[in-house]
């Protein structure tokens, strides 16, 4: 009609034309509409179905869809959405701290909620120096990290962070960290086994300490089983007796990084928990705690720690959205599924089954070199040549090439390089923790179907013999 605009309604976006969204690099091909989910699947505007192999980046514990999360997120949007703690106290708040608290047991009885894991971090840090002040050692000031390791995007939770890539392009504006090496367990340096590595990488973070000067060290940070930096890395057990007693030996806070491994993921509800002698003094947490219903971090503190920082004038630090009663009340409804429905049970179980599954496919597969990883938190190492560990050339993007295959084939797979590839190229194979067994076998055989594809196609480059 005559005058009429041939626009579209405010705010709706044409399918396949130019977006305004901010695409992280250019030349990004499209990826598809998502348009709903399911349990472990979602589909997207074109009625493809896609299984959710990593749970989005290792977050979306209890898949989609879930109708008691739902309704609590429901109750709190009508009751109140946002109330600042600055000015009111939240039952929200307060339910979700008493039941996380005392799933993570003994020594973590505070907890202080925010945002995601990058607030989580700088939360941690700054939590550090607080204890430190009011401790009266204000010469404490450095939080030693491993290389490579990954603690958030934040330039606080950089620092922290391992990996020389970002650091090239960041730096200038961090003050760095000392970092200590990572105790991997394929990818050896020569003369070693994965316990005398181990033993190394412990030697290396005491002797760092003492290099620093123990009086200005207020922390050591690690991930107890790794996540983007090295794919599911599982130390051997003599590495977390070693890193608690060096810790206590000179006074030195021990931070476990969580974010993925916690909340159930592992089979624990910790993964501390594997580890009865290395328990950690922090806990940062995010991702799988509102399992990607909403936006949380949090740390985990003890209780007398917590009552000495703020004896001495309060903790400096908050967010507008710490401690959202909206985020709080997503964040209890989802560890009450976990633990009603028994998920932390069932990721121990499912999890020895897809890892027995995933070694089978390493066995028969010419590409994939190592799996690792505990629980439901597991990684396939991708390499050109098993014999030799040779990874894959890095300008063949192995991670984003086989991502696109497996999409292709309906599997939704987080692949990471860490460094532009210096520590190779995995796979996390971390589905919900609602994944059944048929479902395992599932995910099992759609990924050796999209590996075998890959490997022909490796084998039409020449890449792989």
Known sequence: MKGQSSRLPLGVAPRGGPIQVFLAKSGTPRRPRVARGEGIYLWDDEGRRYI???????????GSGNPRVLAAMRRQAEAVAFAFPGQFESEANEQLADLLTQLAGPGLE????????????????????????????????????REPGYHG??????????DEHQHRVFGPLLKPMPKVPTPFTYRLPPNHTAESYARHCAQALEQRILDEGPESVMAFIMEPVGGLATGALVAEDIYFTLVRQICDRHGVLLIFDEVMSGAGRTGKFLAAEHWPDCRPDLVILAKGIAAGYTPMGCLLAPADKVKLVADAGGFMNGFTYFANPLSCAVGHAVLREVVEQDLIVNAATRGAELKAALEGIASRSAIVGDVRGKGLLLAMELVADKASKAPIPLPLLAPARFQAIAMEQGLAVYCRRTSEGAYGDWLMISPPLIVTAAQVSEIAAGLEQALAAYERELRGQGVVA
């Open 153 to 162: 995007g934040t330039l606080g939770a950089l620092a922290v962070t391992g």
């Open 110 to 145: 505070r907890a202080f909620f925010v945002s995601g894991g990058s607030e989580a971090t700088e939360t941690a840090i700054k939590f550090c120096r607080q204890y430190w002040l009011a401790m009266g050692q204000p010469q404490r000031c450095k939080v030693i990290g």
């Open 52 to 62: 959710d192999v990593s749970s989005g980046p290792v977050a979306n514990n209890l």
